[in-house]
């Protein structure tokens, strides 16, 4: 049975081969991401009844492990009501735009090394970091037209000021990135995945078995002050505590999603936990070491299956814990006010961004005279 | 795979051009919106085009930039102007007059040099793909060029400055 698999595939093209396996990988990654979103929110759900000390759900199935199907259920069931003053065509393709941006993401990040002869990443790209940054960009369209296509006052303001919150830190993130780049010298992820192999070499021999590991956070402070900005635009991006005034509630009963119902309204959920894992995806690869792991030789691109398959465990891992701490931190912080937003994405975080693209860049300049 | 790429061509090209006039005369709605949602998939097709070409660089960027973020911009202004309004205005003849005559204009330049060069001449295309090829190159053969639009963009950003100021002192 294995046999005549093998068999067949190696008797396909090149190809043919390359459309098989990259159709293969695109619905296992498309499938795990989606169970991921769905199960993301009932992370949330649990940490934020931990945090309050409330229970949490906890009916449908143990732990309620089963809420994310019935609630799945209940949203496709529900009515699907169209108000009468919406624009009909921006209505309907809203809540699509929102949440496919977030999964076009996920085709260049490297989820693990390899699997036989097989690369662990969709869409290898020699510009990875740029598709990246182009596609998150589109993701401010779903928003503006929910609000536009709504036709009322509340969702409208609520889509004006996301839309204007995603673009300012849009920018704070893109330049938070630079000095990485500059660093590395390669805009291929699986390339600066690589680079981040082994300990880090600045801490002192003293130390002995205390060692850090050489992810690219950890490098110099430069990179650590670049993960800080890209942290917080991350934040602003996927529209998360302590950024949260898209959904405003108090202010504008609810936001750009006000009119939309039933498996609509499911979609721009799903879009915010999309892009909350894709931004942690992002965050593992560009500054936490990718799928490596300093020990046990766990750095180098795996031999075997079982090798393979451990890497991404420790890819998955890591964007669960940055998953964590952005539920976590949503019930730690108060929302900032929209001018406070606005203030700290423009007059802090974008002249801190350039003030650390000229440093790394000088710094760099400097150890290759020396 | 020569086929595939063909076909992908010749339907990003389609989509490109009935996108693009869409942008300026499309029958079902007036709405300056719609106009702007159909440039950006203008700007999509465009940098499938590009990435057909192996300009992958090239092809991130008009996303990033153009469907990104300047018309993001666009889309911002014109939610805030009154829509309304703009529906209902009828073409000027003058405005007619000046749009034929710069599209008849590019027009020209563009089949000149399409008559001037033969396929598989003129300028060799040393910048696709790599991104420190295209930097190297911005920053010593096209280094006046390069200087003179980001000149051109700082004097732009001054004067979108000076305009929003409400009193001079």
Request: charged share 10%; net charge neutral; proline share 4%.
């Amino acid at each position: 049975m294995f046999d005549n698999i093998t068999n067949w595939i190696d008797g396909l093209t090149a190809m043919q081969q390359f459309v098989l396996f990259s159709g293969v990988k695109i619905f296992a990654v498309f499938g795990v991401l989606m169970t991921c979103v769905a199960y993301a929110v009932w992370v949330e759900r649990k940490v934020a009844a931990a945090i309050q000390d409330r229970v949490g759900p906890n009916r449908a199935g143990p732990f309620g492990l089963l809420q994310p199907a019935c609630d799945g259920i209940k949203a496709f069931l529900k009515e699907d009501f169209t108000p009468d003053h919406v624009r009909k065509a921006y209505f309907w393709i809203a809540p699509a735009i929102a949440l496919i941006p977030a999964l076009l993401t996920v085709a260049v990040i490297p989820f693990g090394s390899n699997l036989g002869a097989q690369k662990m990443v969709i869409a290898d790209l020699n510009v990875g970091i740029l598709y990246t940054f182009g596609i998150v960009s589109l993701g401010v369209y779903g928003i503006v037209l929910a609000g536009y296509a709504a036709n009322s006052k509340y969702p409208f303001i609520g889509g004006i000021r996301s839309s204007a919150q995603m673009v300012s830190y849009e920018l704070a993130m893109g330049m938070s990135v630079i000095p990485l780049f500059l660093w590395v010298g390669d805009l291929n992820l699986s390339q600066l995945v690589i680079s981040q192999q082994g300990f880090v070499g600045w801490l002192p021999d003293a130390l002995g078995s205390v060692r850090l590991p050489n992810w690219l956070v950890f490098q110099s402070p430069m990179l650590a002050l670049s993960f800080f900005i890209f942290l917080v635009a991350a934040f602003a991006e996927t529209n998360r505590t302590p950024f949260d005034l898209p959904e405003a509630e108090q202010e504008l009963a609810g936001g750009y999603n006000i009119e939309y119902s039933s498996i609509k309204f499911a979609l721009f959920f799903m879009g915010e936990y999309a892009a909350m894992i894709t931004a942690s995806a992002m965050m593992v690869t560009l500054f936490f070491g990718g799928w490596t792991l300093p020990w046990f030789g766990l750095d180098q691109p795996a031999t075997s299956i079982p090798g393979g398959l451990l890497h991404i465990g420790i890819f998955f891992v890591k964007v669960v814990a940055f998953v964590f701490t952005i539920v976590w931190v949503r019930w730690m912080w108060p929302r900032f006010r929209y001018d406070q937003l606005m203030d700290l994405g423009w007059r802090r975080f974008i002249p801190l961004a350039l003030v650390n693209i000229v440093v790394t860049a000088l710094w760099l300049w400097i150890r290759s005279r020396s | 795979m020569e086929n595939a790429q063909a076909y992908l061509f010749y339907v990003f090209a389609a989509l490109a051009v009935i996108c693009a006039i869409m942008v300026v005369a499309n029958p079902f709605s007036r709405s300056p919106v719609t106009s702007a949602m159909f440039l950006v998939l203008t700007m999509g097709c465009l940098a499938g085009l590009f990435t057909l070409l192996h300009a992958f660089f090239l092809a991130a960027v008009q996303i990033l930039v153009y469907a990104g973020a300047v018309m993001v911009l666009f889309l911002f202004v014109i939610m805030l102007l009154d829509l309304k309004e703009e529906q209902r205005r009828q073409v000027k003849s003058l405005s007619l007059v000046a749009g034929l005559v710069s599209v008849g204009a590019i027009l020209a330049i563009f089949v000149r040099s399409l008559i001037a060069t033969k396929p598989g001449e003129g300028a060799l295309a040393n910048v696709e793909g790599s991104t420190s090829k295209l930097g190297k190159l911005l920053f010593t053969q096209y280094l006046l060029p390069f200087e003179i639009v980001s000149v051109l963009l700082l004097v732009a950003m001054v004067g979108v400055v000076l305009l929003s100021k409400k009193d001079l002192k």
